[in-house]
């Protein structure tokens, strides 16, 4: 399994990834038993594969995920760098030894890779800048340096 640094991790998360043009219709949600789910995979500017996974339930708004992902040449298994989750779940911290029950961020850590089952992004920080599936999704646009095509703003509401 691979391990990476904090400073690759924040590497990773801030490498510009340009979105294709028609990223809006490779993404469409489509419908499982519970939840509707989709995913996009994007080669950055140096060639790094990332994927975005988004999940959001059919039956209450606010729980929903969106996780940004790398995907290491050397392995199958996605490495977690940031998942925007909704306010539907109690979240527990546990080397900190902190819970909250609120919309959250996680984010990979070196620490986490190396505590208990190895979860890169177990560690999870609350926020107010999000409170719906849509706007967690601008957030991690941001967040995550995804470069919107050209003629398109951030008006993606990709998610009715």
Known sequence: MARYSDVEIDNFINEPKPLPSNFKSK?????CKSSKQGSLEIASKYGNKFTVILRQSNFNRLDFSI??????????????????????????????????????????TERY???GNG??????????RFSNYQKAFECMLKDCNFI???????????FD
Not at 27 to 31: E, M, R, S
Not at 119 to 128: I, N, V
């Open 119 to 128: 979860e890169e992004d177990k560690y999870a920080y609350q926020t107010d």
């Open 67 to 108: 996780i940004v992902a790398f995907k290491p040449s050397n392995s199958n298994k996605l490495f977690h760098l940031k998942r925007y989750d909704g306010k539907s779940h109690e979240h527990t911290n546990p080397i900190e030894d902190e819970k909250f029950y609120d919309f959250h961020i996680h984010t990979a």
């Open 148 to 158: 919107l095509p050209s003629q398109m703003q951030l008006e993606l509401d990709i």
């Open 113 to 115: 890779q190396n505590y």
């Open 27 to 31: 993404i469409k949600l489509k419908c």
